[in-house]
């Protein structure tokens, strides 16, 4: 099927149709985004700094591109110009890296925190104590070229699927115990960015605002 087809089909099964897609681009060639973008996508995802500010140079500049993946600190200042939003960030570091090349770019940049929701030990993200932690702290109050958005979490890889929305409705619960503290005006607690391919309508079943789908509209992955 082509993309377009394929990124009917997805939208048609949504729960929630204001969720956003995210079209997660990785390994996928330039002309595969230019035919989403012609669809009508304009966020895509990308794990990848090289790739990601390789494809930017060359696709339309109204694109909004998601940095989705694990982010190494001496790569920020490559996406720092032009990303739309971190969906990873897991240390605090990061985030105070985040935070100055934001600056020196002159602007703001829109960040989630990722969860470790997973009980999978492999995956990345604070723990919820972690979190609490981290926005009480005031060296993150003090953060003002980050706009945290919200929270980000990957589900267990399993066909359980009992266990996948379980770690699903913990990152929804998180999200809402957080907003009841007083939380610093460097965040609002507001986007859950959770579900993919296999399990985007867990997700959005959840209270996922935005899915970040890739094989289900591009097909399946070569990776090297
Ligand atoms: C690759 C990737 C996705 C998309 O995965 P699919 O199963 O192809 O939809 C989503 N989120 C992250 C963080 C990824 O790395």
Redesign the pocket.
């Known amino acids: 099927m082509s993309i377009q087809a394929n990124l009917e089909q997805v939208k048609d099964t949504f729960i929630n149709p204001a969720c956003l897609l995210v079209a997660?681009s990785?390994t996928k060639p330039v002309s595969a985004i230019e035919e989403a973008y012609a669809a009508g996508i304009r966020d895509f995802?990308e794990?990848k700094v090289q790739e990601l500010t390789e494809k930017q140079a060359l696709l339309p500049e109204d694109i909004r591109w998601h940095m989705?993946?694990h982010l190494q600190r001496n790569k920020v200042k490559f996406i720092a110009p032009f990303v739309h939003l971190i969906h990873?960030v897991d240390t605090f570091k990061l985030l105070l890296e985040i935070n100055k090349q934001a600056e020196k770019a002159n602007r703001k940049i829109s960040c989630l925190l990722q969860v470790h929701i997973a009980t999978e030990d492999t995956k990345f993200g604070f723990s919820p104590e972690e979190l609490l932690d981290l926005v009480q702290s005031s060296a993150y109050a003090e953060l003002n070229h980050i706009q945290v958005r919200g929270l980000m979490g990957?589900a267990t890889n399993t066909e359980n699927q009992e266990r996948v929305k379980a770690e699903f409705a913990s990152l929804k619960k998180l999200l809402a115990e957080m907003n009841r503290l007083s939380l610093p005006s460097n965040t609002q607690m507001d986007e859950l960015s959770m579900g993919?391919?296999?399990d985007y309508l867990l997700a959005q079943e959840e209270g996922s605002t935005m899915v970040?789908?890739?094989?289900?509209i591009f097909g399946n992955r070569n990776y090297r």
């Open positions: 997660v990785k995802g794990n989705i993946g990873g990957m993919m391919s296999g970040r789908i890739g094989s289900a």
